[in-house]
């Protein structure tokens, strides 16, 4: 919540006023919005074999939120957008920036990239049936990790009386960090018991993800400024597996079995749109 407090006091204030003594010709528009929206996110699903698929147990907030977007336009037709969003948990862990350059009025390349946070079921608890944990990893119900987006394509421009727009064709790479988990297992009707432990390396999966800005614009309080309603919309698709390495500790860390575990890739789509209001000066 601060941080978002912090992000709305700071694209409230008219950029070219905080650097008009050292950047004055820079900057020739700024742009703020503030809008709720909807995220969610589909995770192709596929049976359980003797070994955890960890697709099965990846999953993203689907949620709404609320958010704030700054987009400056500066000399020489570049420009930078910076949005966050606040979750229904109150925490702005979604974090999404984007660097355009405009050589043409209507025609431009972009380079974007994204932090967003999915999470891990307990999915150490579904390892055998067998079997069953006698001390979690945590005492947490989630594993969370940050998937991150590196994107670069075209960005359209269009405009027609009051309303104006952008549409963007990316795509990139979605990266997923390591990580590292372990339970404590006992065997049902037995003494035996054991360790196990997942390394799952960083994983790297190409996407697509085109998105669309509508602006709609009500009024012009001078003539520099106006104020309107805003649409934002984005698609995304890829598809990935997680691959990990497994060792179990029968009794003792001498008894060691180590296995290399690797599934099909799976399909992720996820879904984004927001409606807000605009101001721009």
Not at 9 to 21: K, N, R
Not at 25 to 47: L, P, Y
Not at 60 to 83: M, P, S, T
Not at 113 to 123: D, E, H, K, T, W
């Amino acid at each position: 919540m601060k941080r978002l407090l912090i992000a709305l006091i700071l694209t409230c204030i008219p950029a070219h006023y905080v650097f008009s003594y050292t950047l004055t010709g820079w900057f020739e528009e700024s742009k703020i919005s503030v809008f709720g929206g909807v995220a969610t996110h589909h995770i192709e699903k596929r049976n359980s074999s003797e070994d955890v698929n960890l697709m099965n147990y990846l999953s993203y907030r689907n949620e709404f939120y609320l958010g704030v977007d700054a987009h400056v336009y500066l000399h020489e037709q570049w420009q930078f957008n910076i949005k966050t969003y606040l979750n229904s948990s109150l925490r702005t862990d979604d974090v999404f920036a984007k660097l355009i350059y405009m050589p043409h009025e209507k025609i431009g390349v972009t380079l974007g990239y994204a932090s967003i946070p999915v999470q891990y079921g307990l999915y150490e608890i579904h390892e055998q049936p067998q079997y069953y944990t006698t001390i979690p990893n945590s005492d947490d119900v989630y594993d969370f990790a940050k998937n991150e987006l590196f994107l670069a394509g075209l960005a359209f421009s269009f405009e027609g009386g009051k309303f104006s727009g952008t549409i963007y064709l990316q795509g990139g790479v979605s990266y997923l960090p390591n990580d590292f988990s372990f339970s404590w297992q006992k065997k049902y009707d037995s003494n035996e018991r054991r360790l196990v432990e997942y390394d799952i390396p960083e994983s790297y999966a190409f996407i697509i993800q085109p998105e669309v800005e509508i602006r709609w614009e009500i009024a012009k309080p001078t003539t520099d400024t106006s104020i309107g309603l805003q649409f934002q919309g984005k698609w995304n698709y890829s598809k990935r597996n997680i691959d990990y390495t497994r060792n179990i500790y029968t009794w003792t860390t001498d008894n060691k079995q180590t296995e290399i575990i690797s599934h099909p890739k799976q399909s992720i789509e996820g879904v984004d749109w927001n409606i807000g209001l605009f101001y721009i000066f």
